[in-house]
């Protein structure tokens, strides 16, 4: 799929040509479903949702956003991967039986997998308090991004997306291996 093709059906999709959507989604459906398929191979064994649902859920939130400036694919793309992130997040708040996958835990940095909602409500302490670096994680963790698509995108250096990064990391672990506080 050719990016400039992709770029400029997202661009004409948000000025809200419907038939720009009608051609858009054979062209993601395929990324998309990869997407969903990583998650749901680092969930536990067992879950209730397939690959289909999480894409058709994802793709349906994503033609709801009647407001939004389709910069390029990355950002299309993050938007996605957060979407899904915020499905898995909700399902396992109605379950409250997810894990976090230990790819991901390792990720972050910690020794052993937590639960989904610990790691969803310690990035939103991040980004509360560091906004720019909870950002960073969501962008390259579950929207796929590598730096320099994340620096693009924020309009920073690579270099400070890679000291925010380590930052991120860090405070995420120090805030999950603290003692639960009653």
């Not at 009608?22 to 949702?49: C, F, I, N, T």
């Amino acid at each position: 799929m050719a990016t400039r093709t992709l770029t400029r059906l997202l661009a004409d999709w948000s000025q809200g040509d419907g038939e720009a959507l009608d051609r858009l989604a054979p062209l993601v459906y395929g990324k998309l479903r990869q997407l969903a398929s990583s998650y749901l191979r680092r969930e536990r064994p067992g879950h209730v949702l397939e690959t289909r649902a999480l894409v058709n859920e994802a793709f349906l939130r994503l033609i709801g956003q009647s407001h939004v400036s389709w910069q390029n694919r990355s950002h299309f793309f993050a938007i996605a991967s957060l979407m899904m992130r915020r499905i898995l997040v909700e399902h396992a708040r109605r379950k409250r039986a997810l894990c976090l996958p230990i790819e991901a835990a390792a990720e972050v940095g910690m020794s052993e997998a937590s639960d989904v909602l610990a790691l969803d409500e310690a990035l939103r302490q991040l980004s509360i308090r560091h906004p720019q670096a909870g950002k960073i994680v969501e962008l390259r963790f579950f929207g796929g991004l590598n730096e320099s698509e994340i620096a693009e995108m924020l309009g920073i250096s690579v270099p400070t997306v890679k000291r925010r990064w380590r930052f991120a990391r860090a405070w995420l672990y120090r805030y999950l291996a603290a003692p639960a506080t009653p």
